[in-house]
């Protein structure tokens, strides 16, 4: 559990991989690894949810904002670290992962409270599914969204149905298959982000969004975010939990070996 400590209208609760403060109605979580890309480990999966879970509870919050330190917003899981790991462990280990990233996703679709997507730049692979699970996306015009998980022999099976969900199946479907990394007035233009703004306006734009969501009644909002998911949440989620198998799968194929091994030694993979 992390906790808050005061000062002024400033508030914060830090790990060691995010960030969390709260300024007036505005809750944020940074991911706060910038020399690795904010690139997500098991562990600080685990810290945004209880962050999340912990803005939530907090009354003074009517919405939270989801950022990157640095100047990536989050470049998807760490690969470093699903590379150290024991290979006679690793098919329990991929499973355990998927699930962990799609109870992620899920909780923020839960959450009754809009969660904002402050894209400061690169949202790939599990970054682009952050910023597809949040209600509303506002980027930097050096932003860019994608999903490259094929180029590295695995799938982006969490992230595609909210991908598809977003922008539409066929434009979903384009991005999965090219591995495509587009960039912010397309990402705008398919509907993944709603309002592009220059890259230090980026969380002041997000804070005003929240005062402007906060402008309504709590009961009134949290009601409106409710019945915007419950129609489709468990649709979602059979989507979302057929698709942790399927990346979980994906993640143990000599593909993926290839495909990771390439990443971390910098060079281009070969397919067999």
Known sequence: MLFFSQTK????????????KV??????????????GNALTRRMVCQIIDALDDLYLEKAVRAIIITGAGETFCQGVDLQEAGEQDPDQ?????GDDAADFRDLLLRMLEITKPIIAAVNGPALSGGAGLVAACDIVVAAKSASFGLPD??????????????CYRAGAGHGT???LTSKTI??????LLGLFHELVETDQVWARAVEIAQQCAAGAPEAIQLT?????????EHLETQLSAGAVMRATSCTTQAAQEGIAAFLEKRTPNWQ
């Open 183 to 188: 960039d912010a007035p397309e990402a705008l």
């Open 9 to 20: 209208t400033l508030m914060y609760m830090q790990s060691d991989m995010i960030e969390v």
């Open 150 to 163: 094929p180029r590295y022999g695995i799938i982006a099976g969490i992230e595609a149905p909210l991908v």
């Open 225 to 233: 975010k409710r019945l915007l998911y419950e129609s489709i949440g």
């Open 23 to 36: 300024t007036g109605c505005a809750g944020t979580i940074i991911l706060n690894r910038p020399e690795h």
């Open 90 to 94: 690793s098919a329990d280990q991929w």
């Open 174 to 176: 384009r991005l999965l």
